[in-house]
């Protein structure tokens, strides 16, 4: 028995011809995958996977039609499972949704038992995907330095991409835990916010994407880094010796064209970031520090988050996959369109 409504509203991304369809429409509750606990979607985000879930040349959706959307927070309306009950507020990311599997930009979605992550007292579901898959991802990065031994007492820490998701969540994070962060932007214009979101210097794009030396000077203590491409390179080179570098994205391309210097003659290490594929119990204590000490400042409008409906979100996809992001968006899902 079900507790979703026959049809609702949905934002479908549908491969036509060489082309994607996009935008609102009715959905039939009988076209949702199966699935152990039943949720009203309150709120998802916009992250740069999103963007190329609905773009044909974009690597990403493995089904069609499908409901992009890798991050939903809301309401549960029917669960068959003993530990999750109907009332409670959970959040899902990951695994396979807005992937291969219906995601988040839906009044209604059907998830797995075991990819839901009940909302820790004081996270709403606003928060929660204001944070999203991008903040869970700049926690799990500090998390993982911090595991290898970074504290605030030990030197400059580098973000990367400081205006986007990733980076400015992991700005804040690490900011407010004491660490001198610098943030590399290639936004001059959000200077400001960075240095109120606890900057304490400012780097160019251009001043990490030009060559260098294979080792320059040893400059940063540890590193977050969503940008890949040419920005990588630099902050291998310039890691301390026994630092790390967080590494989760490729916004400003894949390719790495590095030397191994770093790593044997400084011992810097390269710490991959799959937020994706965390086991849920990782998953699960992760956004319980999310809530507490890992937790960003700044959830609010105004705040580097900006509330679209289902109705905006093509301009926003559009906006981060030209690398455009200042801050978060996080999508209203019920209400006005
Ligand atoms: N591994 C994981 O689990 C995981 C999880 C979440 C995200 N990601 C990946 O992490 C990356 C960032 O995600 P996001 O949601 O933070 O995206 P985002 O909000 O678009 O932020 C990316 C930022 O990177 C910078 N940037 C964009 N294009 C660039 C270019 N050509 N060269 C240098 N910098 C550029 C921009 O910041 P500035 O203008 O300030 O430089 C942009 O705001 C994406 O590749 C995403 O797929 C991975």
């Known amino acids: 028995m079900t507790a979703i409504p026959g049809a609702f509203r949905a934002y479908v991304a549908e491969k036509v011809g060489d082309g994607v369809e996009r935008g609102v429409r009715e959905f039939a ?28 040349d ?9 409901i992009p959307g890798i991050d939903l927070a809301g309401v549960v309306v029917s669960s068959s499972t003993v530990d999750i009950a109907v009332g409670d507020q959970v959040l899902a990311h990951g695994y396979d949704l807005g992937v291969s599997r219906h995601g988040g930009y839906s009044e209604y979605q059907r998830v797995p038992a075991d990819w839901i992550v009940p909302l820790a007292p004081g996270l709403s579901p606003r928060d929660a995907m204001a ?37 400015g969540t992991a700005l804040a994070i690490l900011a407010d835990r004491g660490y001198e962060v610098w943030a590399v932007t290639g936004k001059p214009d959000e200077a400001e916010r960075l240095r109120a979101l606890g900057a304490a210097g400012i780097l160019t794009r251009d001043e990490v994407t030009t060559e260098g030396r294979p080792l320059d000077t040893e400059r940063w203590a540890g590193a977050v880094d969503a940008v890949g491409a040419a920005t990588l390179p630099y902050v291998l080179r310039t890691l301390r010796p026994g630092a790390a570098v967080a590494s989760s994205g490729n916004a400003g391309g894949a390719k790495l064209d590095t030397t191994v210097l770093p790593f044997i003659l400084r011992g810097v290490a ?14 699960r204590a992760l956004w319980a520090r999310i809530a507490t000490d890992l937790r960003p400042k700044g ?39």
């Open 58 to 66: 974009g690597k990403v959706a493995r089904i069609s039609p499908l």
């Open 270 to 283: 390269l710490l991959g970031m799959d937020s994706a594929n965390m086991p849920i119990e990782e998953r």
């Open 29 to 56: 509750e009988a076209d949702l995958p199966p699935g152990e606990v039943e949720i009203r979607v309150g709120w998802s985000s916009v992250n740069y996977k999103d963007g190329l879930a609905t773009r044909a």
């Open 299 to 337: 959830l609010g409008s105004g705040d580097g988050v900006t509330e679209i409906g289902l109705g905006s979100l093509d301009g926003a996809f559009d906006a981060i996959l030209a690398g455009h992001a200042r801050g978060r968006w996080v999508v209203r899902v019920q209400g006005e369109v």
């Open 131 to 167: 944070i999203g898959t991008a903040g869970f991802t700049a926690a799990m990065s500090v998390a993982a330095l911090e595991e290898r031994g970074l504290q605030p007492d030990a030197g400059p820490v580098l973000v990367t991409g400081a205006s986007g998701g990733v980076g």
